[in-house]
């Protein structure tokens, strides 16, 4: 599978997990938790794999994407500290609905842009060959990426 396609299955896989939220009602706690930490795990860990390789390979392969892939990066930025708080947040409190709906509009946000605007430079300029290889990395590093938000690299402030 190339890189790109791995990307696209992943936000497909989140998106899944947002609209199941949306269906919840205010009553359904347990299940709102339950999504919640599904959609921590899955987008730390794409986080994680687009920024220790996915990123700096679409920067070498496409240097006009240096712009895209900074503002990604700063958008990660504050989808990972939003996650850290819902992490630790009591799915019955009022906010965490609200936190969790400006999360989801950041996200779909953030994968249009990188779907729309900039994935298609990244798969002429990489190619099949690179993409495939660089998909098998992606991939592979899913199982060692960290699970706690605050430990991608996007999160700290510099």
Same mark, same amino acid.
């Given at each position: ?20 939220? #949306? ?6 706690? /347990?299940?709102?938790?339950? =999504? /919640? ?10 986080? &994680? ?11 070498? /392969? ?31 409190? #009022?906010?965490?609905? /609200? ?18 605007? &900039? ?30 938000? =605050? ?8």
């Amino acid at each position: 599978m190339d890189a790109i396609v791995l990307l696209r299955d992943d936000h497909k896989t989140v998106e899944k997990l947002f609209k199941r939220f #949306e269906k919840t009602s205010d009553e359904d706690v /347990a299940e709102r938790r339950e =999504l /919640a930490d599904q959609v921590i795990e899955e987008l730390t860990v794409h986080a &994680w794999i687009e920024e220790q390789y996915f990123y700096p390979a679409a920067r070498e /392969a496409a240097p006009d994407t240096k712009d895209h892939v900074l503002e990604s990066i700063e958008e990660h930025h504050a989808v990972v500290w939003m996650l850290s708080e819902l992490k630790d947040m009591d799915p019955a409190d #009022e906010r965490f609905k /609200a936190k969790m709906t400006v999360l989801m509009e950041q996200v779909r946000h953030h994968v249009e842009e990188e779907e729309q605007d &900039w994935f298609p430079d990244v798969r002429k300029a990489m190619g099949r060959n690179r993409l495939v290889e660089l998909g098998e990395q992606l991939n592979a590093a899913k199982a060692s990426a960290p699970r706690d938000p =605050l430990a991608v690299p996007s999160a700290a402030s510099k």
